[in-house]
């Protein structure tokens, strides 16, 4: 099968990873259907995504590892050195002594030897237990930044991660990595589009030479039934229109343009296909300014995703868990 398109590479500071392809494919999807995400990270890989995330909580570990061996087996990648693999650390195994363990579970899952990177996928730290979702408020506890970001470190020196980083963390808590870190996060992925542009994050992360990595890049799943911002953007139609490309590929192409990673998901192959064609036409000057002028509007947040609306926090202030800064 022909690899239709490559996408560029970009080099993360810290750590020995490969360099990161500069588009991921998601994988986020519930419920998950193993031979769906399966074939869906095949059509993925054979028009030319190289970049997959994935995270202990979606449970596409397995498919995700099972569709590299099948795609080195058909000889579309001549081995598992040609992908690039995110998996994350969920919130009941932010605890020092689970973060090893938790890796070593996700690799198991992934049948690899290391992935590209980890990372901690919340400022979050909950009861250890099952990874329940939406969780209890009463199940938060006090995260030991410190503590965690030694075992990332840990997980880095053994060769099992090739670089960490962090998802989800605002400023105020990339500070406290920062002041823990030996080996500095090589990469915050947040929620990040036309809609929601993050711009004080991006600041503070380009100062760090901390790379970012867009989640939601298309305004999400509608998770919480509102609708999708970014594909409905009259903006963004407008500029697609001219363009000749579809507000999907004008998104993808802005967020690529502001020098960060999207990490989109479809698992339909003619969307996969127009998804990875964003590297060789450019949006203008005035493009770039109506898209800087769009109203901002976040969609994920600690108190709406990740806990039940019911109960309370009892062991944490939600204003230190929250992600919403701007
Ligand atoms: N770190 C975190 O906390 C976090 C949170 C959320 C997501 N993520 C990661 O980021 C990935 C992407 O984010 P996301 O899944 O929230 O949303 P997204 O990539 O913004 O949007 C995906 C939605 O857009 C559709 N779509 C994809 N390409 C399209 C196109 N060209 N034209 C029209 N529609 C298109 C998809 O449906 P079809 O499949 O039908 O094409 C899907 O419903 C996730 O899968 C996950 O890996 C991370």
Request: proline share 6%.
């Amino acid at each position: 099968m022909a690899l239709t398109t490559a996408a560029p590479e970009v080099v993360l500071r810290s750590g020995n990873a490969r360099p990161m392809p500069a588009i991921g494919m998601g994988t986020a999807k519930f419920p998950v259907v193993h031979e769906t995400t399966r074939d869906a990270v095949l059509a993925a890989v054979e028009v030319g995504f190289r970049h997959f995330d994935t995270a202990s909580l979606y449970g596409t570990e397995l498919p995700l590892g099972d569709a590299i061996v099948e795609a080195v087996r058909r000889g579309l990648v001549a081995s598992r050195e040609e992908v690039f693999i995110t998996s994350k650390l969920w919130c009941t195994q932010c605890h020092p002594h689970l973060v090893l363990p938790s890796l070593r579970e996700s690799l198991r899952n992934l049948q690899m030897e290391y992935v590209d990177l980890y990372l901690i996928h919340w400022p979050i730290c909950m009861k250890p237990g099952p990874g329940v979702f939406p969780a209890k408020r009463e199940d938060a506890v006090p995260f030991d930044f410190e503590g965690v970001w030694r075992e990332m470190e840990e997980c880095h020196r053994l060769g099992l991660a090739k670089a960490i980083g962090v998802s989800n963390f605002t400023t105020w808590h990339l500070d406290k990595i920062m002041a823990a870190a030996t080996v500095p996060p090589a990469v915050n992925q947040v929620e990040l589009n036309p809609v929601w542009q993050q711009r004080k994050l991006r600041a503070y992360c380009a100062e760090k030479g901390i790379h970012v990595a867009a989640y939601s890049p298309l305004g999400g799943q509608n998770w919480s039934g509102e609708g999708n911002a970014v594909l409905e953007s009259g903006v963004l139609a407008k500029i697609a229109k001219a363009r000749r490309k579809s507000v999907a590929q004008v998104a993808l192409r802005w967020i690529y343009e502001q020098g960060l990673t999207p990490i989109v998901k479809s698992f339909s192959k003619e969307r996969l296909k127009q998804n990875i064609q964003i590297f060789d036409w450019e949006l203008t000057e005035d493009d770039l300014i109506k898209i800087g002028q769009i109203p901002q509007k976040k969609i994920v947040t600690a108190a709406n995703v990740v806990f039940s609306p019911e109960g309370e926090f009892t062991a944490v202030n939600l204003s230190d868990i929250e992600i919403v800064e701007e």
